[in-house]
C-alpha cells in the first residue's frame, strides 16, 4: 500500500486549503486514517484522526477550523482546513492504518508530506 499526499500550496491567512490523500495497492482495507504536520524546528504533531467507524478527532489548535473526512470507495482521505493561520505553516503527512481481508495482522503506512505555507 502506497499513501500519496498533495494538496498544499501557499495560501493568505483566512484561506482556505483542502488535502488528499490518496491510497493505492491492492487487497486491502484502510481503517484509521491520520493527518499529522511538522513545522520547522518543531515535533510532528496529530493534526486530525478518522477511525473506520467515522469517529474524528482533533488537536486543540486546530478544532472547528479543520475538518478530516473519507471516501472509502476512492480510498482517499481529506483534510479541509479553513480560516488558516500562519502558525499552520508546516509539512503535513498522511498516515493510516491498514489490513488485508482474512487476516487479524495490522499494518501501517506513512505518505510522503505536502508543503502548506500560510502567508501574506
Known amino acids: 500500500v502506497q499513501l500519496q499526499a498533495f494538496g498544499g500550496g501557499l495560501v493568505q491567512p483566512g484561506g482556505s486549503l483542502r488535502l488528499s490523500c490518496a491510497a493505492s495497492?491492492?487487497?486491502?482495507?484502510?481503517?484509521?486514517v491520520n493527518w499529522y504536520r511538522q513545522a520547522p524546528g518543531k515535533q510532528r504533531e496529530l493534526v486530525a484522526l478518522m477511525t473506520s467507524g467515522g469517529t474524528t478527532d482533533y488537536g486543540d489548535s486546530v478544532k472547528g477550523r479543520f475538518t478530516i473526512s473519507r471516501d472509502n470507495a476512492k480510498n482517499t482521505a481529506y483534510l479541509q482546513m479553513n480560516s488558516l493561520k500562519p502558525e499552520d505553516t508546516a509539512v503535513y503527512y498522511c498516515?493510516?492504518?491498514?489490513?488485508?481481508?482474512?487476516?487479524?495482522?495490522?499494518?501501517?503506512?506513512w505518505g510522503q508530506g505536502t508543503l502548506v505555507t500560510v502567508s501574506s
Open positions: 495497492g491492492s487487497g486491502f482495507i484502510i481503517t484509521n
Open positions: 498516515n493510516a492504518d491498514y489490513m488485508r481481508p482474512g487476516y487479524s495482522r495490522r499494518y501501517n503506512q
